[in-house]
């Protein structure tokens, strides 16, 4: 049942290489989730048939895998039959895991694994992933979101608030750079912005277009995520505990049943299922139908009232959309 939640799936044999990679590349998600934008981190996998007190048909042996954006390290294991006790076993399968967690992490050090050289086997291998290729996997939804930190560097704990401006991007213009900035003067914050590499009545971007629009931030020294997530609610699993920097026009659409089949009652509860996650909307006004609309000028209903915040009018307006500003003659993807 353990593996079944894990996976999301019952595998046809349980200790095998290829689980031990499917298990560290759940865990690398996982990991992901739990992480701060830009921070490294590793899934590890491990499955292993050890000696037990049951006569085992098989091989005793184990698999690890190491999981991060750009490699997997792999180890497959055959330990001799009856040279070892259930102790011994776990004791060299362990240090084998202690060697895959320091490898991956790129820290030099020798790990005494105690292997016979005559009745142990032990075949290890790496494989690096281009920028396309895990660009790739994200499309693909293997991996659910990759960060590029720009000029930003990760050192230490990270104080405040993640608040995340998400969109297309085509292009980056004053008005999103503006907007976050004006966002992060609520408040404390880590700021950010987001892409969804998957439309949600659009075909997927392809890669290039994708390293196109991620160039216009890492220029500039600014961190962008790029999920696979275009709706909020799956945004939200992925970024807990953040707030989404978004526009008045956003925020109308987002509590109006239609979107929601129709539903009152569905959209309360895809909104407070994002609230439970510890996020929230930080909400700019702008024109909207030809005339300029502000939070006060919405009705939330009172049960997600805490859940939006505006950001006042004097400290931003910018009525220019990237749909607008690619309609004008002589556009250039990326221009200020």
């Not at 095998?16 to 590890?44: K, M, P, Q, W």
């Not at 003067?185 to 969804?196: I, L």
């Amino acid at each position: 049942m353990s593996m079944l939640h894990l996976l999301h799936k019952v595998p046809s044999q349980y200790v095998n290489s290829e689980v031990a990679d499917e298990v560290a590349l759940a865990a690398y998600n996982h990991a992901l989730t739990l992480s701060r934008s830009g921070a490294s981190v590793a899934g590890i996998g491990l499955t292993g048939a050890l000696i037990s007190s049951s006569p085992k048909r098989g091989d005793h042996r184990c698999h690890i895998a190491a999981r991060t954006q750009s490699c997997i390290l792999k180890y497959d294991l055959v330990l001799s039959k009856g040279w070892r006790d259930r102790f011994g076993e776990e004791n060299v399968t362990s240090r084998l895991l202690i060697k895959a967690v320091s490898d991956i992490c790129g820290i030099t050090m020798t790990v005494p694994l105690d292997l016979d050289e005559i009745h142990d086997t032990l075949h290890a291998s790496r494989s690096d992933f281009t920028e396309d290729e895990q660009l790739d996997q994200l499309v693909n939804g293997e991996t659910c979101m990759i960060s590029y930190s720009g000029k930003q560097t990760i050192a230490g704990p990270i104080k405040g608030r993640r608040f995340i401006l998400s969109g297309s991007f085509n292009p980056l213009h004053e008005g999103h750079l503006k907007l976050l900035d004006a966002a992060c003067s609520v408040a404390e914050c880590v700021p950010c912005f987001e892409m969804s590499a998957i439309n949600a009545d659009k075909p997927p971007l392809t890669v290039n277009e994708i390293k196109k629009r991620v160039g216009q931030f890492t220029e500039r020294g600014k961190t962008i995520i790029v999920t696979n997530q275009p709706f909020f609610y799956k945004k939200a699993e992925l970024l807990a505990d953040s707030s989404f920097v978004i526009g008045i026009d956003t925020a109308i659409r987002l509590i109006d049943p239609k979107y929601y089949e129709g539903s009152h009652a569905k959209m309360l509860e895809v909104l407070m299922g994002i609230q439970k996650l510890g996020c929230d909307f930080i909400v700019a006004g702008r024109k909207v139908a030809e005339c300029y609309q502000t939070l006060e000028d919405v009705q939330i209903p009172a049960q997600l009232r805490p859940m939006f915040k505006a950001i006042p009018k004097e400290d931003f307006r910018a009525d220019i959309s990237s749909t607008e500003l690619r309609q004008k003659p002589g556009w250039k993807l990326g221009m200020l």
